[in-house]
């Protein structure tokens, strides 16, 4: 049986909803969550409640972190935006919510068939915070520790490589995939729900790239209804298919 790989939902859960169908008509039950369920989106408790009623292992994500504290000296800065929809998303949250969110594990690692091991993370083994790209020089945030199998999320883009003992794997974005290759004056995000499926038996691992488009009138009008405060910035970040 597969295991599912999703990852960066960022409080989109009609994007989760269609991953989660797509999964039900494929007959995969089982997965791991990389992280970065909540922040960013219109529904941030729905994405979690979702999250856990799936019962997988869930990864600590820097948007999760960012929900728990801002950090002191953070890899990037921190915008009055982000801060804004970070004090929304609390708002929307209970003290059950933040206590599952600091509950979720900095690395999470599980059998696969056939004898092979996973080592899921967000950004690195070493920090959800490390970048890791197709062109990133392997190093020490490549390590693969024991496992066969590296998994992480955090740059929303789906990719794998082999390095050295291991094979890395990125699902890409549940909940907020882009183009990288965009015109920078026209950037905007696409309303597809990206994941991945590892295949593991006797004979070897492979991965499957999956890509579902989601109802984004749906996405919007939770933004709209649950009082988000930057909804018309977030309803015009889209670009809708077609």
Do not use: K
């Amino acid at each position: 049986m597969p295991l599912a790989l999703i990852s960066d939902i960022h409080g989109n859960r009609v994007g989760l909803d269609a991953v989660l169908a797509d999964l039900e008509q494929l007959g995969v039950e089982d997965g791991v969550c990389l992280g970065d369920v909540a922040q960013g989106g219109p529904q941030p408790a729905e994405a979690l409640d979702r999250v856990q009623e799936l019962g997988w292992p869930v990864v600590l994500g820097n948007a999760d972190h960012f929900l728990l504290r801002v950090p002191e000296q953070p890899p990037e800065p921190v915008s009055e935006s982000q801060l804004q929809v970070r004090e929304w998303s609390l708002s929307q949250l209970t003290d059950a919510h933040r206590a599952r969110i600091d509950g979720f594990a900095a690395t999470v690692q599980r059998d696969l068939e056939g004898g092979a091991r996973l080592l899921a993370f967000h950004g690195s083994p070493l920090s959800y915070d490390d970048v890791l790209l197709p062109e990133t020089a392997p190093g020490s945030a490549y390590e693969a520790r024991g496992a066969d199998v590296l998994a992480g999320g955090h740059t929303h883009l789906q990719w794998t490589r082999r390095l050295g003992s291991g094979l890395f794997v990125n699902p890409g974005s549940v909940g907020l995939a882009y183009d990288r290759h965009q015109v920078r004056e026209d950037f905007r995000t696409t309303p597809i729900a990206e994941y991945a499926l590892l295949h593991a038996d006797g004979g070897g691992i492979a991965v499957e790239f999956r890509r579902v488009p989601f109802d984004l009138e749906r996405l919007v009008a939770a933004a709209s209804a649950n009082g988000h405060p930057r909804a018309d910035e977030y309803a015009a970040q889209w670009r809708p298919l077609g």
